[in-house]
């Protein structure tokens, strides 16, 4: 059960677009299309952003979007807003039902 | 409304046990796949454990055999039971709620903060 590897930080300024990309392996990203994403504001709970690769729930912004290739499942997030600054975390449906998440990535919006 | 209340949190010692408590509002507990997600202090998320609506349950490697998840339908709340615990378990605790058991967390508590210290 080794974390799924995300960078440790990603910035952009307002307007623009940035890619989180989430690392994984043949056993989880790469062989299950079950890849979510969570924001989290400090001292926050985490909120459910994507689901199975690049479905949105509800209410989600359609800002946020998601891809899978290969090995690697990638968070869009177009037209930054101030307040999408934030850690994101990437997670992955595994064998044995069990679930692992990346270490998170820190997006500043400058 | 959808709501999970976390508690039971506190410190204690390494060696020690400690049961926490999510109460459930909006939705009933046993219909659903329910999970346990910590937060080490200044760290990222780690899965702990689940209990799907069938009852079978999952474990991280890093709690197998020291940790029990389990639910009380009548009350319409998940716990956990926490024994031996050690340093590393130090952390905020979450329980989520997983739509179809794939990892689908649409609703958190808001944690409770367990702390393994002597």
């Known amino acids: 059960q080794s974390a799924l590897t995300q960078s440790a930080s990603v910035s952009g300024s307002p307007g623009q677009s940035i890619t989180i990309p989430c690392t994984g392996t043949?056993?989880?990203?790469?062989?299950?299309?079950?890849v979510s994403w969570y924001q989290q504001h400090p001292g926050k709970a985490p909120k459910l952003m994507i689901f199975?690769?690049?479905d949105r729930p509800s209410g989600v912004s359609n800002r946020f979007s998601g891809s899978k290739s290969g090995n690697t499942a990638s968070l869009t997030i177009a037209g930054l807003q101030a307040e999408d600054e934030a850690y994101y975390y990437c997670?992955?449906?595994?064998?044995?039902?069990?679930?692992?998440f990346g270490g998170g990535t820190k997006l500043t919006v400058l | 409304e959808v709501q999970l209340v976390e508690s039971g949190g506190g410190l204690v010692q390494p060696g020690g046990s400690l049961r926490l408590s999510c109460g459930a509002s909006?939705?009933?507990?046993?219909?659903?796949?329910m999970s346990w997600v910590r937060q080490a202090p200044g760290k990222g998320l780690e899965w702990v454990s689940a209990?799907?609506?069938?009852?079978?349950?999952y474990y991280a490697d890093s709690v197998k055999g020291r940790f029990t998840v389990s639910r009380d339908n009548s009350k319409n709340t998940l716990y956990l039971q926490m024994n031996i615990l050690r340093a590393e378990d130090t952390a905020v605790y979450y329980c989520?709620?997983?739509?179809?058991?794939?990892?689908?967390?649409?609703?958190w508590g808001q944690g409770t903060l367990v702390t393994v210290s002597s």
């Open positions: 989520a709620r997983d739509l179809v058991g794939w990892g689908w967390f649409d609703a």
């Open positions: 909006g939705f009933t507990v046993s219909s659903n796949y």
């Open positions: 209990i799907y609506s069938g009852g079978d349950t």
């Open positions: 043949s056993s989880d990203v790469g062989y299950f299309n079950h």
């Open positions: 199975d690769v690049s």
């Open positions: 997670s992955s449906f595994i064998s044995s039902n069990t679930l692992v």
